[in-house]
């Protein structure tokens, strides 16, 4: 049976010297002469990136230069235009991880309180058809519209308004199909921005989901 304690022999820059030392120090310094070579080699000038370390840095190139032209773009709408605009198909959480890491973040917050309220006594109720289901495989599939809106002007009452934007967006690339402003937030609004969607899509026969709101 081997001693608790045995000679070992290490080889440092060029010297041999002997180290009289317990069996369980001795693997445990042999370890460390193990993830100090294994280090050396990870961190030497000719280690070679990996296919998706090249495609992360790639990706992280144009989210960049997609928050410089959009700062108001979020992970999502960044993931998106990388599938449209870049052809690079990655999942959301890969685009907010490198977002994180390049401290990219977007410059507008939306509030959670917002001028949308339900009908209290609406003359009719659609079937809600779409179940939430906001993702389609195929251009003018489905298509979503709501109406926002937008506050101006500082100081006196005549110098402040509101503008309201009724929007349809399709959603297979989350481009808008039509959009519309005015002054007014009326029924006049939402028909001129439908019938601007069908004239630039004919033939086109999507599911058209709205909310409840006026």
């Given at each position: ?11 440092i ?17 042999y ?21 998706n ?19 108001d ?23 907010l ?15 959670y ?15 809600n ?12 599939q489905?298509?979503?519209?709501d109406v926002?809106?937008?506050?101006y ?15 349809i ?39 058209l ?6």
């Amino acid at each position: 049976m081997l001693d608790r304690m045995e000679h070992s022999y290490i080889k440092i820059r060029g010297e041999i010297r002997v180290i009289s030392m317990p069996l369980l120090y001795h693997a445990y310094v042999y370890l460390e002469f193990l993830i100090l070579a294994c280090t050396i080699y990870i961190l030497a000038p000719g280690h070679v990136n990996s296919d998706n370390d090249n495609l992360n840095e790639r990706i992280a190139d144009n989210i960049t230069k997609i928050h410089d032209e959009h700062p108001d773009m979020g992970y999502r709408r960044i993931r998106d235009t990388l599938a449209h605009d870049y052809k690079i198909a990655v999942n959301d959480k890969r685009v907010l991880r490198i977002c994180r890491k390049k401290k990219i973040q977007s410059f507008i917050k939306h509030r959670y309180n917002c001028c949308t309220k339900p009908a209290s006594d609406p003359a009719y109720v659609a079937e809600n058809i779409l179940n939430r289901e906001f993702k389609s495989d195929m251009i003018n599939q489905k298509w979503v519209t709501d109406v926002s809106e937008f506050k101006y002007g500082v100081g006196e009452d005549d110098k402040k308004g509101k503008l309201y934007l009724s929007v349809i967006l399709d959603l297979c690339d989350r481009r808008p199909v039509a959009f519309v402003y005015s002054t007014r937030n009326d029924n006049p609004l939402v028909f001129d921005t439908f019938d601007k969607a069908v004239a630039a899509n004919p033939g086109a026969t999507p599911l058209l989901h709205s909310d409840r709101g006026y």
